[in-house]
């Protein structure tokens, strides 16, 4: 323990001329999930783009584990154990289910608690194994969530990032994503959690941070939260 | 009946040939969204290499591997040196590829002069096959071979390795496949080599179909870009049904409307940027 899985401070990331986040700092405890939220367009997938490298941002740290990653490549910010369930799946479509599996398949560093292999993968999503053969563009929108997931766990991450995995799923299916959410928590796994659907991120998530235009309204814990309806309705608007 | 058959033959020949030169330009196009116009001065140095090497005293199939080689080793350089500081500037790159097709196809001249040289062919293969009344060089039938083999290896390597499926996985989407960590500093280099490969030897392979002349490129290079257009970026199986048919309407073309030989080649490639921008088997839109 002692060393927090993720540190930003002072993230700062522009599209163009216009200044999309400001001075965001928040900390993901080893082990713990962080509920990433805010209204549309508050940042939060601007937020993860700049955190794995694929958005350009000006941060004065960002650090996994205690090791500085600002200004890496997304390779090698992947390389360093962080995975991604991106909005939107983006599986890759022309590619089998286990293609898409094995190009991101690699071993964890040595003395990570939990090992994905295939095989695990399988057994976590049955309806996985069934379609290995399948394009998976082919899939329906659940598999592809099932196999945006398993393909960030085949990178065994330190720390994972879900953008939305709810987004546009039944709700059957979201019931699904959540109980994979927090079998993975259980699992020890560093979780940053981004969602519109805010019932089930303060169900799951143990701190939470919330985003408005670019800024940083509101950090703390989930709970307190959950129980604070008003503060809810005024930072979110929605419930 | 004759004319049908050997202006197809010399359809399916041409198509070959357009399509080891459109395969590998087709592969860099979708992975690194690269559209390298050097690929015909690549296709038209490596013969000009290859014809060196055989006045040299290297065989034909030596001259065919040294042409590869060398435009591999150029590509290489250019990829390391040029390209991929001009990461993430698609227009600067670009344009620098014309820049480098233009210097190639100066030194080209300033070394084996302006005068079109042709290009011996191999003895064993000289002479025509005969069937009834037809006749038809065995040189062609060797470059089908070749082009069908070249195909069926392509498609293992990226249809049957690891490799491959990472070179589809980032034609498919770049960003996302970086960010599983799949490294664009081993991918781009693989495939902008292998690109160059082709082209090099493609252009020695076709030396004694086409000869070597200044101008061969810019004849080739909007060839390929239709081959790829109509069949789709990035696809192998698109840049070969799009080389096939554009070597047939080729063939067909000169021979029944030549004064219409161009508007017949690049009517599809309008048609089918309007109609179905993605190509015939692409993802990718252009």
Sequence with gaps: MGTDALVISGLNAFYGDSHVLHDVSFTVKQGQVLGLLGRNGAGKTTCISAIVGLVRAKTARLELFGQSIAGLSPEAISLNGIGLVPQGRRIFPSLTVIENLTVAARRGRAGQRSQWTLNDVYEAFPRLAERKQQLAGSLSGGEQQMLAISRALMTNPRLILFDEPSEGLAPQIVTEVAAVLRRLRESGLSIVLVEQNIRLALEIADDVVVLNTGYVAHTGGAEALRADGARIQQLLGIY | ?286
Excluded at chain 2, 170 to 186: F, H, P, Y
Excluded at chain 2, 245 to 272: E, K, N, R, T
Aim: charged share 10%; glycine share 12%.
């Design chain 2, 1 to 286: 009946m004759n004319f049908w058959v050997i202006q197809g033959l010399n359809g399916l020949a041409f198509g070959s040939l357009l399509f080891i030169l459109a395969s590998g330009f087709s592969l860099i196009f979708g992975l690194m969204r690269i559209v390298n116009l050097s690929h015909g001065a690549y296709f038209m140095l490596g013969a000009y290499v290859g014809i060196s090497a055989m006045a040299a005293g290297a065989s034909f199939w030596t001259a065919i591997l040294i042409g590869g080689v060398a435009i591999a080793v150029l590509g290489a350089v250019i990829e390391r040196l040029i390209l991929r500081r001009l990461t993430g500037q698609p227009l600067a790159q670009v344009l620098v590829t014309l820049g480098i097709a233009f210097i190639i196809a100066d030194a080209c001249v300033w070394i084996w002069t302006g005068d079109p040289r042709p290009v011996p062919m191999p003895r064993e293969l000289a002479g025509a096959f005969r069937i009834h009344q037809l006749a038809f060089p065995i040189y062609r039938l060797f470059v089908i071979g070749v082009a069908f083999t070249l195909a069926a290896a392509l498609w293992f390597l990226l249809e049957r390795t690891r490799l491959g499926a990472m070179i589809r996985a980032g034609v498919d989407d770049l960003n996302m496949a970086r960010a599983m960590g799949i490294r664009t500093s081993v991918l781009f280099p693989v495939v902008f080599c292998l690109g160059s490969a082709l082209a090099g030897a493609g252009g020695v392979l076709a030396g004694p179909i086409l000869s070597v002349y200044p101008g061969l490129d810019t004849d080739m290079l909007p060839l390929a870009l239709v081959v790829v257009i109509l069949g789709g970026v990035g696809s192998l199986l698109g840049a070969f049904i799009g080389s096939l048919i554009i070597g047939f309407i080729y063939s067909y073309g000169q021979a029944l409307f030549p004064d219409l030989a161009y508007m017949i080649l690049f009517l599809p490639m309008v048609l089918v940027l309007t109609l179905r921008p993605t190509g015939l088997f692409g993802r990718q839109a252009i």
